[in-house]
């Protein structure tokens, strides 16, 4: 059923969708046709504390929905959804250890934020929720797949699977961190204990460790080395911008990112034979600097993909694997949030919620 085929008794209901992130909180009004009525933006105030983040993220939902809905009832609200960096505990509703939300670990966020506002919340990972918006309203439904990936290339590397028409969550909540998976064994050391991890390559941090090391290499050009060495230090972006004016060591930085890219999508479809892997994010706007380098990296390294290789890689094609650009840009973290409310009583995310807290209860 598509998403936005709403049932008469949810005809009228809107949706609040919230993108948490370590710099900057966003917080959306949705109608029910998933348009964007009013949207709030702050600043996270790490330093503050998840409680009062939380104050403020209930005062902006309140003005907008005093701005936005008739006679300024939340009866109309179906809930809140939250895109949170991951991980998290699904299973109890509460953030994990992140380094960029120090201090914040183990806050009960969902639990918070329902009682600070009382309405329904639905916690999902940041990475789930653009998964969920690429599926639900950009690449993924013009294509109409149940199953698909999305690999988000920013700060880190995050990653949402949509196996048979349902999140992948795991035991906790905690599945599908491909941004963690080794592609350098020996490889520098990540913040989360292993050496070599997807997203200290294939992130923006990773591109910027790359135009160092093709910089002081002897392929390295003056012009990186000068980008480099500014005295006010330099952006993914600025490496791309050489790149794009023909700077050959900023275009191999871009190269070896495509090929650390390409290892983690290879394994990705050799593990699950996906018909779509989107790359979204910050960095995945300079696709034509990384993708060759990706897409020769991918037929190397998985059989699979050269048997399902489509015959041009810009157009979907049955039965075959399709690896682009995602559709929906920064926002889809803010709108997957907002729809996780709504699918909550249709795929069965709720219960899946509930049936991962037995399964883990199991456990204990
Ligand atoms: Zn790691």
């Not at 009004?29 to 933006?41: I, V, Y």
């Not at 983040?53 to 009866?75: F, M, Q, W, Y």
């Amino acid at each position: 059923m598509h998403i936005l085929d709403t049932s008469p008794t949810e005809a009228a209901l809107s949706s609040v969708g919230v993108d948490l992130g370590g710099t900057s909180i966003r917080v959306g009004l949705f109608d029910p046709a998933m348009r964007l009525l009013g949207s709030r933006q702050m600043k996270t105030l790490v330093a503050e504390g998840p409680d009062a983040a939380v104050r403020r993220i209930a005062a902006a939902i309140d003005e907008l929905v005093a701005t936005h809905v008739l006679a300024g009832s939340k009866a109309s609200i179906q809930g809140i959804g939250i895109g949170s960096p991951g991980p998290i505990d699904l299973r109890e509703g509460i953030l994990g250890e992140l380094p960029n939300l120090p201090g914040w670990g183990a806050f009960p966020l969902r639990a918070a934020l329902a009682a600070a506002t009382g309405l329904e919340v639905v916690l999902e990972s940041d990475a789930n929720a653009a998964a969920i918006a690429e599926w639900k309203l950009g690449a993924g439904s013009k294509a109409d797949v149940d199953s698909m990936g999305m690999i988000t290339l920013g700060t880190g590397v995050g990653s949402g699977f949509i196996l048979n028409g349902e999140v992948w969550h795991g035991i906790r909540g905690m599945g599908g961190e491909v941004g963690h998976s080794s592609v350098e064994l020996h490889g520098a050391l990540c913040g989360c204990g292993t050496r070599g991890c997807l997203e200290l390559y294939a992130s923006a941090g990773g591109l910027k460790r790359l135009a160092r090391d093709v910089s002081t290499s002897s392929q390295g050009t003056e012009a990186l080395q000068a980008l480099i060495s500014g005295a006010n230090g330099f952006s993914a972006a600025d490496v791309g911008a050489l790149a794009l004016s023909g700077d050959r060591a900023a275009q191999l930085a871009f190269e070896r990112f495509g090929f650390y890219l390409g290892l983690g999508v290879a394994n990705v479809i050799n593990t699950l034979d996906l018909p779509m892997i989107l790359i979204g994010g910050g960095v995945a706007d300079s696709w034509n600097l990384f993708a060759p380098a990706m897409f020769e990296t991918v037929r190397t390294y998985s059989q699979i993909y050269r048997l399902v290789e489509p015959s041009q890689t810009v157009v979907l094609e049955s039965d075959r694997t399709f690896i682009g650009p995602a559709a929906l840009g920064p926002v889809a973290g803010l709108l997957g949030a907002g729809l996780l409310p709504r699918l909550a009583g249709r795929t069965g995310m709720s219960r899946r919620n509930e049936d991962i807290s037995r399964l883990a209860n199991g456990f204990d």
